[in-house]
């Protein structure tokens, strides 16, 4: 299931039977209670206005099951028992449940705790290996998809939820705490000058510099951690990562920027591209957090988080949007989500 959810508030327009109440009513403030109870007719038990006008109230009380709210909240008694995250993929490789971000809409959802490999033309999230590249944006979103259903590319506002949350974690800042010294940037150097596999131990997570030749506290660390104490493996840096967006060039809410690299803190980004892929603090290349490179062109496609070569480039908010659907290149993977 993608990462969308409907809400619906139930609003109840109720029988306000009290002085002035109504125009031309009478006076029942002073009437017993008994006197004050009314039954509604069916023909008329309908929602006057609203998401549920025309609706009766039986139906719409019907919505008001434990089923149809969130866990852990409760309306008018009814505790929900509706899950906050997608069933567990079981196809894939290696996933890792997100912490949903309630500042940007999103619930759990669960990502490819690796860059996706090619094993037998299906996309699995493997620490061994290197990541499947020279694929196209649309063949990525074919793949992602064929892992079966509510499997996808990953989108923009789950992309933004991944690196918010990275962002706000001290573990992934080289000086200790959040905005302190810089965030790690991954196999950005260009040493070696190729991708590289996350294991060759058996234990994927005991050396984070894996193949950079690097070691801490060298920026190269190749994993982030997540808030929920999980890691999760180039973000930034390795391969570009495909993203199920396009882009629309021009200025003003609902445009990307069509100029060339330009820093978050740029003024013209605050009104609609930063708030859907920059970092949440006022944070540049400086501290590794990336760079955008504009909308070269209406219908351009989305890739993030740079690769191998791409130095004070890479991060886990670069973004580059100079792409069509069907270009592909050694420098461009993908990963999925669910």
């Known amino acids: 299931m993608r990462n969308r959810w409907k809400f619906a508030v139930l609003s109840f327009a109720g029988l306000l039977l009290a002085s002035g109440g109504v125009a031309g009513a009478a006076d029942v403030s002073a009437y017993p209670l008994s006197a004050k109870k009314q039954t509604l007719d069916p023909a008329s038990d309908t929602m006057p206005a609203g998401y ?64 996706a490999k090619n094993v037998g033309d299906v996309a699995v999230s493997t620490p061994n290996g290197w990541p499947w590249v020279s694929v196209t944006q649309v063949a990525a979103k074919a793949y992602c998809e064929a892992l079966g259903q509510g499997y996808h590319l990953v989108t923009p506002c789950e992309a933004l939820t991944i690196s918010r949350n990275i962002e706000n974690n001290a573990w992934n800042w080289t000086g200790g705490s959040v905005g302190s010294g810089g965030l790690w940037r991954g196999h950005t150097d260009n040493s070696p000058a190729n991708s590289l596999e996350a294991d ?121 949007l100079g792409n069509t659907s069907l270009s592909a290149s050694v420098w461009r993977g993908f990963r999925c989500s669910r």
């Open 200 to 320: 060759v131990t058996g234990d994927p997570d005991d050396d984070p510099y894996m193949g950079t030749g690097n070691t801490t506290p060298s920026i190269e660390r190749r994993v982030h951690q997540l808030s929920s104490g999980q890691y999760l493996w180039d973000w930034s840096g390795n391969v570009w990562e495909w993203v199920d967006m396009t882009c629309t060039a021009g200025t003003g809410a609902g445009y990307w920027d069509n100029s060339g690299l330009v820093e978050w803190t740029v003024g013209n980004l605050s009104d609609y591209e930063k708030p859907r892929a920059g970092p949440a603090g006022a944070y540049t290349s400086a501290q590794n957090a990336g760079l955008l490179s504009g909308c070269a062109g209406t219908g351009n496609v989305l890739r993030r988080g740079g690769a191998w070569d791409s130095t004070t480039n890479g991060g886990i908010f670069s973004i580059f």
């Open 52 to 115: 549920y006008a025309a609706t009766t109230l039986a139906a719409a009380d019907a919505d008001l099951a434990a089923g149809n709210i969130k866990s852990g909240v409760t309306i008018f008694g009814k505790a929900g028992t509706a899950p906050t995250a997608p069933p567990a993929p079981t196809a894939g490789g290696y996933w890792l449940l997100v912490p949903g971000d309630t500042n940007l809409g999103t619930l759990d959802f669960y990502v490819q705790k690796y860059e």
